[in-house]
């Protein structure tokens, strides 16, 4: 474990860009109150880092290569559940957010944040206090009150997104035509839509479906 003066909050960074790492480090750097003490490159380097450094606070990135953001932070807290960590990301859909909220994020911030946000964000997960700006937390609301899709919709639901019609996706799921129509039908309930291409749009903002 690094040695650090006493009172500094420190922070492990992991993101596999390694400009974006270094601009981290030497934003966290600068501060008097805290010190980076490991640079992550990999879910899999920041779950091993972490055991290592147990740091204080962890900047956490969720696309990157061999363990994804969620995956590191599963391992992390299945260690020690209180550990802080903070997802740092491009990505903004309520999938996404539930998806690290769920595995145990303390905060959640995009990489477009303000330097003093981010770092008002590290001081206040360190605090024991949960930092998540008021749009996410409404994204990730609106998310946990809408009905889940079932398996098989998101099936109709990922071929509808292919551009498939509705002979097509029944050929694919083996399912009649009527079948495919009660399923879109739901789909669009489930989502309040009118409209395949609606229904498209909202799940691809959702993380539902990739385009």
Known sequence: ????????????IADDHVTVREGLTAIVGRQPDMVVVAEAATGRD???????????????????PVLDGVGAM???????PSARIVVL????TDHEISRAIKA????????????????????????????IPSLLVAKL????????????EMHVLTLLAQGKGNKEIGLS???SETTVKSHLRSIF?????????????????????QL
């Open 104 to 131: 145990g994020a303390r905060g959640y911030l995009m990489k477009d944040a303000q330097r003093e946000d981010l770092l008002d964000c590290i001081r206040r997960v360190h605090a024991g206090e949960t930092c």
């Open 173 to 175: 799921l083996h399912i």
């Open 189 to 209: 309930t489930k989502l309040n839509v009118l409209s395949r291409t609606e229904a498209i749009a909202v799940a691809s903002r959702r993380g539902l479906v």
């Open 74 to 80: 599963i391992e992390i807290r299945q260690i020690d």
């Open 89 to 92: 990301t491009t990505f903004d």
């Open 46 to 64: 920041a779950a091993d880092l972490w055991r290592q450094h147990r740091p204080d606070v962890v900047l956490l990135d969720l696309r990157m």
């Open 141 to 152: 609301a609106a998310a946990v009150s809408s009905e889940e899709l079932t398996g098989r």
């Open 1 to 12: 474990m690094t040695d650090t003066p006493a009172g500094q909050i420190r922070v492990l």
